[in-house]
């Protein structure tokens, strides 16, 4: 089993930016890909980042250029740096953990809330 914790969620204004961390219990985090995902009141989940053990990184495509997925294998902890906010980005936010980045286990964390507004 994995245990997921996210943090660092917040209010922040157009164009803003936040960074969100994830830490994950289980063995080896490193063999872990890890993923963020996003679902905003009356929508679907969706995975909108994700890095796979070896750091390569997939980012869905409303995110590209402004979101960066990123890991340290140390720490158990995977981030989200978001730059350049937009309203649309507004939701809660989790990270799932699973063998490959098309292959996840069905574990989630509590969430963290993200605002965009002004």
């Known amino acids: 089993q994995v245990q997921l914790v996210e943090s660092g969620g917040g209010l922040v204004q157009p164009g803003g930016s936040l960074t969100l961390s994830c830490s994950a219990s289980?063995?080896?985090?490193?063999?872990?890909?890890m993923g963020w995902y996003r679902q905003a009141p009356g929508k679907q989940r969706d995975l909108v980042a994700a890095i796979s053990s070896s750091s390569f990184g997939f980012y869905h495509d409303s995110v590209k250029g402004r979101f960066t997925i990123s890991r340290d294998n140390a720490k158990s902890t995977v981030y989200l740096q978001m730059d350049a906010l937009k309203h649309e980005d507004t939701a809660v936010y989790y990270c799932r953990a699973g063998n490959s980045i098309k292959s996840w286990y069905d574990y989630w964390g509590q969430g963290t809330q993200v605002t965009v507004s002004s």
């Open positions: 289980g063995n080896p985090f490193s063999n872990y890909a």
